[in-house]
T-cell receptor, first 114, second 112 residues
């Protein structure tokens, strides 16, 4: 298995809702990442987990809460989002952080906040 | 800090034309360099990579050579197809403990 699987593919949520994005990989990668991508822009790093511990938080608002239950799973819990949070949320993994071998990206969750 | 600079798009070409997308970087040490492609409505796919100076990455007819002397990693393809229409991102991984750093992306549009 050489894929990163993200669910759901599309999500519409209200500003008072609580939802979660899920990401799964079975490549034995020990680093996992959340990126946010707005239309026609490059991905922006949000969080990095290394060996299931949060190693980088790029000053992301607390309405985004990451969780890494085990080495294969990464969640992003969403609460009280704003319309400007609408974007494509990408998960990625690599063998280590700063890995020369490359990063594998999922196909993303397209989030719309109404 | 570390950064990647790509040529601004959009780039519009006819089918079978030659493609070059310029990418230069700033980084301490010896970064690894990548090209990712994003088709409409999809996530990012690794197109090619190079991990040390003078390495040439290649895939699907695309090539890029890691030039340390000019800090560049330009993407080239000899004959583009309509199916190559996408956004192309140059990226680097500087060292352990850091994540990928992306350029702003270049939109390529190929017409038949």
């Amino acid at each position: 298995d050489t894929e990163v699987t993200q669910t759901p593919k599309h999500l519409v949520m209200g500003m008072t809702n609580k939802k979660s994005l899920k990401c799964e990989q079975h490549m034995g990668h020990r680093a996992m990442y959340w990126y946010k991508q707005k239309a026609k822009k490059p991905p922006e790093l949000m969080f990095v987990y290394s060996y299931e511990k949060l190693s980088i938080n790029e000053s992301v608002p607390s309405r985004f809460s990451p969780e890494c239950p085990n080495s294969s799973l990464l969640n992003l819990h969403l609460h009280a989002l704003q319309p400007e949070d609408s974007a494509l949320y990408l998960c990625a993994s690599s063998q280590e952080t700063g890995q020369v071998g490359g990063y594998t990206f999922g196909s993303g969750t397209r989030l719309t906040v109404v | 800090g570390d950064s990647v600079t790509q040529m601004e798009g959009p780039v519009t070409l006819s089918e079978e034309a030659f493609l070059t997308i310029n990418c230069t970087y700033t980084a301490t040490g010896y970064p690894s360099l990548f090209w990712y492609v994003q088709y409409p409505g999809e996530g990012l796919q690794l197109l090619l990579k190079a991990t040390k100076a003078d390495d040439k990455g290649s895939n699907k007819g695309f090539e890029a050579t890691y030039r340390k002397e000019t800090t560049s990693f330009h993407l080239e393809k000899g004959s583009v197809q309509v199916s190559d229409s996408a956004v192309y991102f140059c990226a680097l991984s500087a060292r352990a403990g850091t994540a990928l750093i992306f350029g702003k992306g270049t939109t390529l549009s190929v017409s038949s």
